[in-house]
């Protein structure tokens, strides 16, 4: 018996932390693991989990088991997040055997991510869409482009050389500096703030300082603020970087709406490709980058205040997402998170950070208000409608409305 549950017990921290690394949020992960085991027979589940570490007790009729796993860090593949969604799925509503579990659980694991070339597509899209973005012309967008996807490589490069991701960032960084203000020193009237823009979008984590903040709102105290202490850092050592090549021109502030959502959909697309969504999800997944933005620009238009229109872009599409979720039987992360990667102030907290490194403490501030409290409106129109759903989805269970797989500890 002890040696079966310690086998539940790993195959379920195995699950768990393969959900997490494919860009599962920790409170899906503590669930999925609780479920699993409940599925099994156990009779109550404690588990913590951060985003280094998940820890987790098992207690059965006849012992008390704790297991403790240490965490790499995310790498966003919706593919993988799907698949073992589904796994979890089966598991809990169907007897699977633990052999049968490790099997389909190895299966899932070996298979292949993203190769280096599409990679390197996917950051020629974001790059080059959202140097148009940033006020960047069409030129400008190719150049950026070509250096995406030319950043992509020596990063895949210099990571497999073994050097640690802050240094991969800072190399990276001081690269694309390099390059975008390359043509300017040949003569060539380019702007180099929007192409370095474009660059730096792939390794800005806005998504997951948002992520941080959305954490934090949720209970996750612990891992919201580590998520957010990691992104700060990160994002210093891209603004260290490229304060090493400064460059005189600015980011255009007058840039067409209608050009922002143009450039906001294939900047999805790139980005659908990236975190690999399944093909059939693809689609969806960019109307979502491309229709929460245009909400943004709509509700701006109107004259809201900006931090309410982020809630209202990022609620309208948590609504959306939740009922594709259900259409194709996959996560909400797996369309919602495209869908506010357009919104995230990536860019914005890259400028801010810039600030202080050169600085620029007054500008430092004002920016550092106004990133912080686009994060916390995105985040917030996330929280409300998540909550919402889940004590919707509650009452249905508990009516016997759905096939919804229940812990003992929610009846």
């Known amino acids: 018996m002890a040696g079966k549950w310690e086998q539940i017990v790993k195959y379920a921290l195995d699950l768990g932390e393969s959900l997490y690394v494919a860009g599962g949020e920790v409170s899906r992960v503590e669930s999925t693991v609780s479920r699993i085991c409940y599925a099994y027979g156990a009779k109550k589940v404690d588990i913590l989990g951060i985003t280094s570490c998940l820890i987790v007790t098992v207690q059965t009729d006849e012992e008390v088991i704790t297991q403790t796993r240490r965490v790499p860090g995310q ?68 150049y950026c482009a070509v250096l995406g996807a030319l950043l992509r490589v020596m990063y895949s490069y210099i990571l497999s050389r073994g050097l640690n991701n802050y240094y991969a960032i800072l190399i990276c960084s001081f690269a694309g500096g390099l390059l975008a203000n390359g043509p300017m020193t040949i003569g060539l009237p380019l702007n180099a703030a929007a192409i370095s823009m474009g660059n730096i979008m792939p390794f800005v984590p806005g998504l997951a300082f948002t992520n941080s903040i959305r954490d934090m709102f949720s209970g996750e105290t612990i891992t919201g603020l580590l998520r957010s202490v ?96 259900r259409v194709y039987k996959c996560p909400v992360t797996v369309f919602l998170v495209p869908g506010i990667v357009p919104m995230v102030p990536g860019g914005l907290l890259y400028r801010t950070l ?58």
């Not at 999800?281 to 701006?300: E, K, N, P, S, Y």
């Not at 409608?385 to 500890?409: C, H, Q, S």
């Open 75 to 142: 790498d966003y593949d919706m593919h993988k997040l799907s698949q073992l969604n589904n796994l979890s799925r089966c598991i809990c509503s169907s007897n699977v055997s633990l052999d049968e579990f490790r099997e389909r659980l190895e299966k899932i694991n070996n298979k292949e991510g993203n190769s280096l070339k599409k990679l390197a597509i996917s950051w020629a899209l974001v790059s080059g869409f959202f140097c148009i973005f940033f006020g960047g012309d069409a030129v400008e967008a190719v």
């Open 230 to 325: 990691e992104s700060i850092i990160l994002c210093l050592g891209i603004a260290f970087g490229f304060a090493l090549c400064t460059t005189s021109s600015e980011v255009k502030s007058d840039v067409n709406a209608w050009i922002t959502i143009f450039a906001a959909c294939g900047g999805t697309i790139g980005i659908t490709l990236w975190f690999n969504l399944d093909y059939k999800h693809i689609f969806m997944g960019t109307v979502c980058g491309t229709g929460g933005w245009a909400i943004v620009m709509l509700c701006t238009s109107l004259g809201l205040m900006e931090f309410l229109c982020y809630i209202i872009a990022t609620a309208t599409l948590t609504i959306f997402t939740e009922a594709l979720a």
């Open 354 to 411: 810039r600030r202080a490194v050169s600085g620029d403490y007054q500008g430092f501030t004002n920016l550092g208000v106004r990133t912080v409290l686009i994060s916390f409106g995105i985040a917030a129109g996330v929280i409300i409608v998540t909550a919402i759903a889940d004590v919707i989805t509650r009452r249905l269970d508990e009516k016997g409305l759905t096939k919804r797989f229940i812990m003992k500890r929610d009846r």
